[in-house]
């Protein structure tokens, strides 16, 4: 009858699992949120979390749970290069050096974004990627010059800001813009 899902599910686990013991015991730290002191990001799914976004944004290598398994084989930290996901996330190309520097500029200069409450990722981690990267952010929807979220027809969705963070090149907005519903005819 097949492998269902759940034997999946408990599959992924023991292997992070695995790989947290691995890492623990070659000298690695594990951390829930992604600073300043993190060097590597392990994925086990390949997802655009709020961690990965700013590990782009911190020059921070990210790599699958198979570079774990190789580091533990190898008794050392195994190279990066077959493990990064450069296929899901193009900037990964780029040396951590690069990124960091890329980003840190990316937003800096096109004026403050009001970050709508409704946004997701919610509006204080967006907040923090696009102060990361070297934006400013506004309470006031009046004083922003762009408005990242919500439904008015000059507001951008969020996916521009992370579009923009996952490349590391400004997008443009034009094909972010709110969509609104035609008023109906009478």
């Known amino acids: 009858s097949g492998i269902n899902a759940e034997y999946w599910k408990q599959l992924y686990q023991r292997r992070v699992r695995e790989a947290v013991v691995s890492t623990q015991s070659t000298g690695g730290i594990i951390k829930g949120q992604v600073d300043k ?36 084989s190898n008794g050392g930290w195994a190279s990066t290069d077959k493990f990064t996901l450069t296929s899901e996330f193009p900037s990964l190309h780029q040396s951590s050096a690069k990124r960091r520097s890329l980003s840190a500029k990316l937003f800096r200069g096109m004026g403050s974004l009001y970050l709508d409450p409704s946004c997701q990722p919610p509006p204080k981690e967006l907040s923090e990627l696009v102060t990361l990267c070297g ?52």
């Open 135 to 186: 934006g400013k952010v506004t309470g006031s929807r009046n004083r922003g010059k762009y408005c990242v979220g919500g439904s008015e027809s000059d507001s951008v969705s969020e996916q521009w800001v992370l579009d923009s963070i996952t490349s590391i090149h400004l997008q443009p907005t034009r094909p972010y813009l709110a969509v609104r519903s035609p008023s109906p005819e009478y």
């Open 37 to 72: 002191s993190v060097t590597h990001i392990v994925v086990g799914t390949v997802r655009r979390t709020v961690n990965v976004m700013r590990g782009i944004v911190l020059g921070c290598h990210i790599v699958t749970l198979d570079w774990v398994t190789e580091s533990v």
